[in-house]
């Protein structure tokens, strides 16, 4: 079978490698079918990550189940969501829904990078996922696998990133700030989950006009906010952007990072404890909330569809992922 293989700054190529097979009962084979790149691929292929090459890349997609070990409660046929971490869901961690630091496996271990070991990545024709009963979740009926291709990742991070704060705080004014699809997801579900006010900033227009129509006011820069925002979220890979996130919030206030900051930076830690706000910069644990992630997203209060950039075939992926897209989605 062919594997989409990153081998250098803005170039991927098929590479021929073996069919997966079953290791256990416990595994299933899946084809993607609907797939898209996480907004820190982008980073990779513009060769700005510290992995070296090759490696396969891919860690975004819903697929078809095409075979499966004698245990599992999947069957061929079924559509399903691959979350980006390899997690057992079985140990403490895995319990406790921390399924990003999985104890069964190497740390970091996932699809897409040889971090944690060599899993693959979901830009394959087929794909081998291990306790498959525990990482695979059915797409809910009526779903459109390509709006959710970025349900492994961006688009339920994107969840984790609001949700949960909105709850504790209903009504919360959110701050955005954002250069890839995930703060796009954030200004859909920040709304939708009842945020009273939502800034979005981001230097492109056209994202930005994405983010208008997800009700959110916008800017392409701003200066910290004096107290204005009770949650704000970082989702730029700049250490500076992340200050002035934190610099507007209110007093107790909660700033979310998606981290991916390849480079240094400095943060105004007296200001900041003087402020008394919290900062998370933080991995998903996918597989821990991607059922209420994707409940959100079969209610039709939200519309991830409008982040995806263009759609794809499949055999366009070597030239088409080089290229600099939103969210560009391949399917087959």
């Known amino acids: 079978m062919r594997e989409l293989t990153y081998?250098?700054?803005r170039t991927v190529e098929w590479r021929e490698v073996p069919d997966p097979v079953l290791q256990s009962d416990d595994?299933?084979?899946?084809?993607?079918?609907?797939?898209?790149?996480?907004?820190?691929?982008?980073?990779?292929?513009?060769?700005?990550?510290?992995?070296p090459p090759p490696f396969a890349i891919g860690h975004e997609c819903?697929?078809?189940?095409?075979?499966?070990?004698?245990s599992?409660?999947?069957?061929?046929?079924?559509?399903?969501?691959?979350?980006?971490?390899?997690?057992?869901g079985a140990c403490e961690r895995c319990r406790d829904g921390t399924t990003s630091a999985?104890?069964?496996?190497p740390h970091m271990a996932m699809f897409g990078t040889?971090?944690?070991?060599?899993?693959?990545?979901?830009?394959s024709d087929l794909v081998r996922v291990p306790w498959a009963d525990a990482m695979l979740v059915p797409l809910p009926a009526g779903l459109d696998p390509i709006a959710m291709a970025s349900a492994s990742d961006n688009w339920s991070l994107a969840w984790r990133l609001v949700a949960p704060h909105l709850k504790a705080k209903p009504g919360a004014r959110v701050l955005v700030m954002a250069v890839g699809s995930t703060g796009l997801y954030v200004c859909d579900v920040a709304r939708a989950l009842g945020a009273s006010d939502v800034l979005y900033v981001d230097p492109d227009p056209a994202h930005r006009a994405i983010a208008e129509g997800y009700g959110a006011r916008t800017a392409a820069e701003i200066e910290p906010v004096h107290h204005g925002f009770d949650l704000a979220v970082e989702a730029t890979g700049r250490v500076d952007q992340l200050a002035t996130a934190l610099r507007s919030l209110v007093p107790e206030g909660f700033c979310e990072s998606t981290?991916?900051?390849?480079?240094?930076?400095?943060?105004?830690?007296l200001e900041l404890g003087l402020n008394g706000v919290t900062l998370r910069v933080a991995r998903d644990n996918v597989s821990a909330h991607l059922p209420d992630a994707l409940e959100l997203a079969a209610s039709g209060q939200v519309d991830p569809g409008r982040v995806v950039s263009g759609v794809f075939d499949w055999e366009q992926l070597p030239e088409v992922l080089a290229e600099r897209h939103l969210k560009p989605v391949f399917t087959r």
């Open 102 to 105: 999985c104890t069964s496996v």
């Open 259 to 269: 981290g991916n900051h390849f480079k240094p930076g400095e943060l105004p830690l």
């Open 27 to 51: 595994d299933a084979i899946v084809a993607p079918v609907a797939a898209s790149p996480c907004d820190v691929d982008a980073a990779l292929i513009a060769g700005y990550g510290p992995i």
């Open 114 to 123: 040889p971090l944690g070991g060599e899993w693959g990545g979901l830009y």
């Open 62 to 70: 819903v697929a078809r189940v095409v075979e499966v070990g004698d």
């Open 72 to 88: 599992s409660r999947f069957s061929p046929g079924d559509l399903v969501v691959v979350p980006w971490a390899i997690s057992c």
């Open 7 to 9: 081998v250098g700054k």
